[in-house]
């Protein structure tokens, strides 16, 4: 059961019991829970449900003489898994709930008496009784909200309430007169736009290509690398066509997009689970695919292309296609694909999905309002690992908390910035991921032990190595301003040894060495060439040989060349620049192997990581946090290595800083016959 605390619904904030919180004012509780504070239903007479039999109530809506008759209604039981009952024929409201019952409040006639409630509650239901429709369940009104008991009961219920309603209505409430209009012309936009996208087809040359990008952030080595992925051809994608957009439907699309229902939590759940969805805004009816479709044609349009809410509803679109489709949805995809969504109680950010997602209930068994933030993250963590044997979680966890454990409540936890590798977070959920492209840790599976007594978790790993030198990040070469004029001076560096096979650079400048990490940027470039970071989109017949190009288009790449050489980094007690620019024979073409190391050093350095080395001689990339005399291990059960570091005057503790690629460590090598140098870490 859950505990008696306040609880937010589609983001209404219901009056606690006085039993419970009978210190608290009004105002006091309001600021509390940061929503205004809604009165009790004075007058609703409500008799007990019974929770075995998963009974509900609905709202009976008597038609009227006049649109702007007063709401007359009464509330009757049924059971909600007896779909013979001829009261089952009911729709679902999804809305959103507004702002407070007073003086911007309205009335409605419940069993004879007066009840309050919101404007945009209040206009939804005379929308729902002017289209027919007289049976309804909203749960302003069919939940006792005075019995904390009964409203966690309902809660639980909610998905299957409707998932099981002869339709669900989507009710965005509006007041400006000028709506109509506008909705009228966002239906016109949507015609106007449907047509058959064009087909785009991948060239022989490109299948796999992405692949070995290493995802959205393209966290690789920039070494050569025989991967142990699945090399298999991405799905032929579609490419939509542009449309013009006049004036006044753009405004009238943006005004559409920026309503405040869209931005909930709880509509995530109300809108996926019914193949029958209406949404109507304005007195005009709209489909939520047709609408997404519409949304990704224009994403060259003015502000709409660029707006984080055209995003959220396709993203919206996506989830309800799958709970449709009856595929399964695992927590963690749920977060990182609602990161956008709203909720007035910070909890709700997670408990929202629960009824949508296969795995919810088995992390959070039991959602309590009551236990403290970083009990619930630690157990919910804790049972991802017991699930899926993996430490992929805690060790690519790339937000900024102190914690091992990640925020689940926080939406910056799930944005697509914080994912971490070829397949970012969501794929965690896999009980036996069989194309993951790193495997330091080989086959083997976590071995942990939680602490009983605190937060701390035990950790069986291997150290590989200390850190003892990293480049600066792209970020901080950025800040660093060094004087321009360093990029055109020669630098002259004599062989150590004539037989070595990458020898030291002669009167070499940063930007000769740059251009072989640009040349071949784009890969190939014929027509057929994939689309690479407009950043870097350079042709490499310009750049050969042309300091100004490179000087205009590469700033910040050659601000970090200087700031390595600046700060004496070394790569295998080479200069830094003379490494890169005497690979090849001046002149001429690059290797197609020296192509991927330049793409992969720009993808390594966009997401914010610095090239560095550890005592036993090893070269990888580290997390931007990483410190001199920080520890690199290889924990059992993660994808990558992780840097982690002693704890002030606690050298048997240990704080995880971030994941890290090093070079010949990514496949399970450093593990074979390492199994009596297994040791845990202390991790808090």
């Known amino acids: 059961m859950f505990p008696n605390v306040q609880y937010a619904n589609n983001n209404i904030s ?24 809604s009165a009790y239903y004075d007058g609703i007479e409500y008799h007990q449900l019974s929770s075995q039999q998963n009974e509900i109530r609905l709202l009976r809506i008597y038609p009227a003489a006049a649109k702007d008759d007063d709401i007359v209604c009464h509330l009757e039981h049924t059971l909600l898994d007896h779909p013979d009952d001829s009261r089952a024929s009911y729709v679902a409201l999804s809305y959103n709930w507004g702002h407070g019952t007073g003086t911007g409040g309205k009335h409605v006639i419940l069993a004879g008496n007066y009840v309050s409630v919101t404007s945009n509650l209040y206009r939804a239901l005379l929308e729902l009784r002017s289209r027919g429709h007289h049976l309804v369940w909203v749960d302003g009104l069919c939940i006792n909200q005075t019995d904390l008991e009964e409203r966690c009961q309902q809660v639980m219920m909610m998905a299957a309430i409707y998932r099981s309603a002869s339709m669900v209505i989507s009710y965005l409430d509006s007041h400006d007169p000028l709506d109509q209009a506008r909705s009228a012309m966002v239906l ?52 939509p066509s542009k449309a013009e957009v006049p004036e006044p439907q753009r405004k009238a699309l943006l005004k559409f997009l920026e309503h405040e229902y869209w931005m909930r939590v709880w509509i995530v759940q109300e809108i996926s689970v019914n193949p029958r969805l209406e949404i109507i805004w304005a007195g005009n009816v709209f489909d939520l695919n047709e609408l997404a479709i519409t949304l990704r044609r224009l994403t060259h349009v003015d502000g709409i292309g660029d707006s984080p809410r055209r995003r959220h509803i396709e993203q919206l679109s996506s989830i309800r296609q799958s709970q449709l489709a009856l595929q399964p949805l695992a927590l963690i995809d749920a977060l990182k694909m609602c990161h956008q969504a709203k909720a007035s109680i910070y909890q709700d950010r997670v408990f929202a999905l629960l009824g949508l997602t296969h795995d919810g209930l088995s992390l959070v068994p039991l959602p309590s309002y009551q236990a403290p933030m970083d009990k619930l993250c630690r157990d919910m963590t804790a049972r991802m690992i017991q699930a899926t044997k993996r430490l992929d979680l805690i060790v690519t966890k790339s937000h900024e908390v102190e914690s091992w454990y990640p925020d689940w409540f926080a939406p910056q936890s799930w944005t697509t910035s914080s994912a971490k590798g070829p397949e970012g977070l969501p794929s965690l959920i896999k009980l036996d991921p069989i194309d993951r492209y790193y495997r330091a840790s080989g086959k083997s599976r976590a071995d942990f032990k939680p602490s009983a007594s605190d937060l701390s978790i035990s950790l069986k790993g291997l150290c590989i190595g200390q850190v003892t030198a990293f480049s600066p990040t792209l970020k901080e070469a950025k800040a660093s301003k060094i004087d321009g004029a360093h990029i055109t001076i020669s630098r002259t560096w004599t062989e150590k040894q004539p037989d070595e096979v990458h020898p030291c650079a002669k009167d070499t400048t940063v930007t000769e060495a740059l251009r072989w990490l640009l040349v071949d940027v784009t890969g190939n470039h014929g027509k057929d060439a994939p689309n690479e970071r407009k950043s870097f989109k350079l042709l490499w017949k310009l750049l050969h040989r042309r300091e100004s190009l490179i000087r205009e288009h590469a700033p910040d790449l050659i601000q970090w060349m200087n700031l390595c050489e600046k700060q004496g980094f070394k790569i295998k007690g080479e200069p830094f620049v003379s490494y890169f620019s005497k690979q090849n024979v001046k002149g001429s073409s690059p290797p197609r192997a020296f192509s991927r190391i330049c793409r992969t050093i720009q993808w390594n350095l966009e997401a914010g990581m610095r090239l560095g080395s550890l005592s036993g001689g090893q070269l990888g990339w580290l997390h931007k946090n990483t410190k001199v005399g920080d520890k690199v291990v290889i924990f059992l059960g993660s994808a990558t290595p992780c840097v982690v570091r002693s704890l002030p005057g606690n050298g048997k503790s240990f704080r995880i800083v971030g994941p890290s690629i090093i070079n010949g460590a990514m496949n399970g090598e450093a593990l074979e016959d390492a199994t009596k140098r297994l040791e845990y870490f202390h991790v808090v």
């Open 14 to 37: 219901y009056r606690p019991a006085p039993s419970i919180y009978a210190t608290f004012s009004q105002a006091e509780t309001a600021a509390l829970f940061g929503q205004t504070y």
């Open 188 to 239: 016109l936009l949507n015609h106007d736009t449907r047509q058959k996208p064009t087909e785009v087809k991948k060239s022989p040359e490109s299948k796999g290509k992405d692949l070995k990008k290493g995802g959205s952030h393209g966290i690789n080595l920039f070494f050569n690398k025989k991967s142990t992925a699945t090399k298999t051809q991405k799905q032929e994608t579609t490419k």
